[in-house]
């Protein structure tokens, strides 16, 4: 629980695993008319895989405290008519923002037919800023001869693959099966590796941390306690320039209004994050998964304790800007230092698609359930013809000794809650409803040292949060960015 990443999605959530960690393989989608210049017929739409079995967060896992995809383009794209912006030596092009775009939609849930012309133009300068930053971190790290070799790259893929119940080949023909160039799906993963080598070493291995700061971590967040609250939380960030001239702070402010005006308006947060907020994890909705209070920002620490679930915070003010926090949930974790509680437990997920509404889902899977409850059909039967979690549904449904912090909160709750031996309810998470079965609980010693390393990682990513902005603000400073969407223009060789 205590080595989560600020912005990562929670353990076990996810679609089809795609990358060394989680990159995710996009459906086809309805292209907004306003994004493609030719005509696109709406593709049937395909279940998403999923598989919660896979202990993976979104992009990347934590980076690691030692003690001393961006979407390919659509198979058969061709070069679009104008480039939208100029980083350097580089460029990118409209049909590459295009595609960029449609993953973001598709990960955020935003339908892009019905948005605005304004809102789209939005999107798409957000996105694009985003994308000028992946490129200046490439060519950073290409300076610095950080490289990812084929036989690395090899690994990475059949790792992927493997966190999928599938072989390489399989992979290979689900990412061709729903549009992608698998040539271009390899150099996607090559790149995400890339950036996360190149933060690593410029970033997070320069954080020094003590052991005596170890110490004080484990006596005042593990000690006698016996539980611990946790938070989840999700994030809107409008940045604000080092030594901002006033009316650039005015206008990163009046931004920040807008949000929160766009918020109580009733739009989603995760859409207003992915159109509008500047932070690192904004086309993942903002989300920073569940956090203890060890592990939130003291800036922010009193805010969150203040909200209810559900609830949106004020304007907060800090060196990098104006935030915007939501919380999700709140929780009681089990703290007791060297004891984890494992479940062996197996699963059955019907999820929504075009061609099943959530009513519909539910109603399936309610009457799967009371098959297996009245004895006319098995668990594992029923998983392995109807599950669409693809990489528990060919085990019989079976996920393994798993722990509710590694699952998304609602699964980590019924698993908690269910007794063993017995079907809960029907529920539902973010991936559609599900039902388990506990086939039986143990108790794990975590050893000392394991519990040194939790700390260590808990508190160098906390440091590291605020360095890694810092650092990527610089690395833009210090380019040249021609970005013809907005109109601006930065050399820092002119500077």
Known sequence: MINKSWGGKPLRSGRLITTPHNYLVPNMLTVHPSLNSQSTAPAKAKPALVSLAIAACLLATAPSFAASPTAAPVAGEQMLDRIVAVVNQSVITQRQLNGQIQLVAMQNKIPLNQLSPSDIKQLQERVLDRMITEKVELERAKQLGIGVDEARLDDALSGIAQRNGMSLGQLQQAVTQQGDNWTSYRDNIRKQITIDELKKREVYERVNITDREVDDYLKQYTGANTSTTEYHLAQILISVPENAAPAQVEAAKKRADAVIAALKSGESFAQVSAERSDAPDATKGGDLGWRDASRIPGLFADTVKSLKPGEISRIIRSPNGFHIIKLDGVRTASANNAVLTEYDAEHVLIQVNSQRTAAQAR??????????????????????????????????????????????PEFADMLEKTPTGQISPVFQTEYGFHFLEVLKTRDVTVPTETLRAQARQAIGQRRADEDLVNYIRRLRAEAYIDNRLTGTINDAAAQ
């Open 363 to 408: 109603a399936e899977a309610d009457n799967l359930r009371q098959q297996i409850i009245s004895g006319k059909a098995s668990f594992a039967a029923i998983a392995a013809k109807y599950s669409d979690d693809k990489g528990s549904a060919t085990q019989g449904g079976q996920l393994g000794w798993v722990k509710p912090a590694d699952m998304v």
